[in-house]
């Protein structure tokens, strides 16, 4: 292919509008060095596209500079040495008089000489999974994990995710997920360790951690290194513009889950809302045949939620029949956590369905009505007396 024209890309456009303009040009990769596109010609000239500008730009050659610099240097000038000023601060540094009256270990080189003289942080986007069923597949992983983030994909597309096996060849019970991105990482850690993997079954509870890669060091001297793998930069650009679509799929406003359909949005109408409304958590006769069952429920909740975030109120209705409890945060991320964690687990052999309060159910208890926007627990206070005075008299 001849030097034409690049392809063009609006300026500001997203990363997957750029993927998909600049996807059906061979000349075009993503550089990971820079995080930017480039395009190589034919004669061995580099572009370099800027996003903010919508433009290519050249690609400086360090080797021209190199050449440019040497046709204008002038002889018998080092270009290495540094300017007068600076060579008469250094040396006045020199001549400050030592302290030997005590020992100063040497200090490792400064990190401020160059940006680039520092290696940058690896980021750390994986979980290890351990105590899995040994029955447990990819496809059930990925399920479940992928509610907490988007799961990176290899340049054939298959969800990076890792079964370990034994010896024998037979399933460990530990799994290696890689995500797109390391936020994804620690909501995994909160929301899945010491979770179920398969909802309702108690045989199937996880362990979840941030992994840990430690480096292996070769071998000995004369030890063969082996070839670096080909990297195939279509394919890269291909598969980052995949994962940037799928980032942008997901909602934008809490960082929770896939972006929300309308049925969805119906659900959840109140998206700042910091009430979780749970049904199912108790039946009618379990009130009337345990009384004190009141209050370990509210403090089970409590205990239980309060790992998502501070919990400013607790609320059981008692009349109605399909046992709610509200259960209400100082924040409402806090809430959308709570939701995500409670909705379709089991309690007391029952599925519980939790839910972000829309402001426009009503719920019934004894001796008031529904507080869920209450941010004290003045009218539980009564209830309580009502109960020690009930505990005090029961018998007579």
Not at 41 to 61: C, I, M, Q, R, Y
Request: glycine letters at 6%; hydrophobic letters at 35%.
């Amino acid at each position: 292919m001849s030097n034409d024209a690049p392809p063009p890309a609006a300026a500001g456009a997203s990363a997957s509008a750029q993927a998909a303009a600049f996807a059906n040009d061979d000349r075009v990769h993503f550089s990971r060095e820079t995080g930017t596109w480039r395009l190589e010609n034919e004669d061995g000239t580099e572009l370099e596209f800027d996003s903010a500008k919508g433009v290519w730009v050249p690609v400086l050659d360090e080797e021209l500079i190199k050449k440019q610099q040497a046709a204008y240097s002038v002889a018998g000038v080092d270009e290495e040495t540094p300017a007068a000023p600076v060579l008469k601060r250094a040396n006045k540094k020199r001549k400050e008089p030592e302290n030997y009256t005590s020992y100063t270990p040497p200090t490792e080189p400064s990190a401020k000489r160059g940006k680039n003289d520092k290696p940058a942080k690896s980021k750390n986007t994986a979980v290890y999974v351990t105590g899995l069923p040994a029955d447990t597949d990819v496809d059930e992983i990925v399920e479940r994990f992928s509610k907490f983030g988007v799961i990176e994909e290899d340049d054939e597309g298959e969800s990076k995710v890792k079964l370990y096996a034994r010896e024998d060849g037979s399933f460990s019970g530990e799994a290696l997920v890689v995500y797109f991105k390391e936020e994804s990482v620690t909501l995994a850690v909160n929301l899945l360790d010491d979770a179920e993997l398969r909802i309702g079954d108690a045989s199937t509870i996880m362990s979840v951690q941030k992994a840990e890669f430690r480096h292996k060091h070769s071998g000995g001297v004369g030890e063969e290194a082996k070839p670096r793998k080909t990297v195939d930069k279509k394919k890269i650009t291909r598969r980052i513009g995949k994962m940037q679509k799928k980032i942008e799929e997901w909602d934008d406003e809490d960082g929770f889950g896939p972006a929300k359909n309308e049925e969805d949005e119906k659900k959840v109408v109140n998206r700042n809302c910091r009430v979780v409304v749970l049904k199912h958590m108790f039946t009618l006769q379990e009130l009337d045949e345990d009384a004190s069952l009141l209050l370990d429920l509210k403090d089970d909740v409590r205990s239980e939620c309060s790992s998502l975030g501070e919990v400013t109120n607790v609320v059981l209705y008692d009349k109605e029949a399909d046992g709610v409890m509200s259960v209400k945060f100082r924040d409402s991320l806090s809430a959308q956590a709570c939701v995500i964690k409670m909705n379709n687990r089991f309690f007391a052999g029952r599925r519980i369905e939790a839910f972000l309060y829309s402001g426009k159910q009503r719920f019934k208890r004894s001796g008031a009505g529904d507080d869920l926007d209450g941010d004290n627990d003045e009218s539980e206070k009564q209830r309580l007396d009502d109960f020690a005075s009930w505990l005090m008299t029961d018998g007579d």
